[in-house]
T-cell receptor, first 113, second 112 residues
Framework: NAGVMQNPRHLVRRRGQEARLRCSPM?????VYWYRQLPEEGLKFMVY????????ESGMPKERFSAEFPKEGPSILRIQQVVRGDSAAYFC???????????FGPGTRLTVT | RKEVEQDPGPFNVPEGATVAFNCTYS??????FFWYRQDCRKEPKLLMS???SGNEDGRFTAQLNRASQYISLLIRDSKLSDSATYLC?????????????FGKGTSLLVTP
C-alpha cells in the first residue's frame, strides 16, 4: 500500500514566480491536509480538504496561497508570486474518513531565490 | 502562550537508558493527542496515539492527564535508532477539529 506521495521533492523558484505542489493521499484516504515547516520551527497547519471541498483553511495566509483537491487527481497547493519567506518544507498528510490519525508524505522543499 | 509546549532538549542518553518527555497544551477543547517522531529533514511519522487511560506499545508508554493538560512519553531500553526529534501533537479544536497543532519537538540523541 503506497504511502502519501508528494512531488516535486525539491522545487526552486525565483521571487515572483508561481509554485505548485502536488499531493496524492494514501489509498482509501479521502482527507488531505497541508502543513508548512519553516526552518527551525514546528509544523503549522494550513488547510484541510476533502474531494472538491475546502473544509478548514484557518491556517492559510490570506493572500497568494490557494489549495484544491479535485474529483480526479492529486491535491494542489499553489503559491503565487513567491517571496523568500515562503522557503520552507511543505508536508501533505492524509487520513481515512473516520479517525484523526494523519500520515505524512515526504514533503516538498521549496527554495525561493 | 504557545498551544503546545515541549522542552526542546537535547536529551543525550546512553543506550539502554529510560528517558521521559513531557508536553503541555493550552486548548482544553482538544480531543486527540499523538506522539510523532521526525528524523532530520524527513517527514513526521506517527509513533502512537495517546489515550486517557494511558497506552503502551513495546518500549514506548504514553500518558495523558486532561486535568493538567499534560502529555508524556516514556521510552525504555533506548536504542541508537531512537535518536530523533519527538513531536507532541494535539488537535486544535478548530473549525473542523481535524487540524493538528505540533510542538516544536524534543531532540533525543542515544549514544553507544
Amino acid at each position: 500500500n503506497a504511502g502519501v506521495m508528494q512531488n516535486p521533492r525539491h522545487l526552486v523558484r525565483r521571487r515572483g514566480q508561481e509554485a505548485r505542489l502536488r499531493c496524492s493521499p494514501m489509498k482509501g484516504h479521502s482527507h488531505v491536509y497541508w502543513y508548512r515547516q519553516l526552518p527551525e520551527e514546528g509544523l503549522k497547519f494550513m488547510v484541510y480538504l476533502q474531494k472538491e471541498n475546502i473544509i478548514d483553511e484557518s491556517g492559510m495566509p490570506k493572500e497568494r496561497f490557494s489549495a484544491e483537491f479535485p474529483k480526479e487527481g492529486p491535491s494542489i497547493l499553489r503559491i503565487q508570486q513567491v517571496v523568500r519567506g515562503d522557503s520552507a518544507a511543505y508536508f501533505c498528510a492524509s487520513s481515512p474518513p473516520t479517525g484523526y490519525e494523519q500520515y505524512f508524505g515526504p514533503g516538498t522543499r521549496l527554495t525561493v531565490t | 502562550r504557545k498551544e503546545v509546549e515541549q522542552d526542546p532538549g537535547p536529551f543525550n542518553v546512553p543506550e539502554g537508558a529510560t528517558v521521559a518527555f513531557n508536553c503541555t497544551y493550552s486548548n482544553s477543547a482538544s480531543q486527540s493527542f499523538f506522539w510523532y517522531r521526525q528524523d532530520c529533514r524527513k517527514e513526521p511519522k506517527l509513533l502512537m496515539s495517546v489515550y486517557s487511560s494511558g497506552n503502551e506499545d513495546g518500549r514506548f508508554t504514553a500518558q495523558l492527564n486532561r486535568a493538567s493538560q499534560y502529555i508524556s512519553l516514556l521510552i525504555r531500553d533506548s536504542k541508537l535508532s531512537d535518536s530523533a526529534t519527538y513531536l507532541c501533537v494535539v488537535n486544535t479544536g478548530s473549525n473542523s477539529g481535524y487540524a493538528l497543532n505540533f510542538g516544536k519537538g524534543t531532540s533525543l540523541l542515544v549514544t553507544p
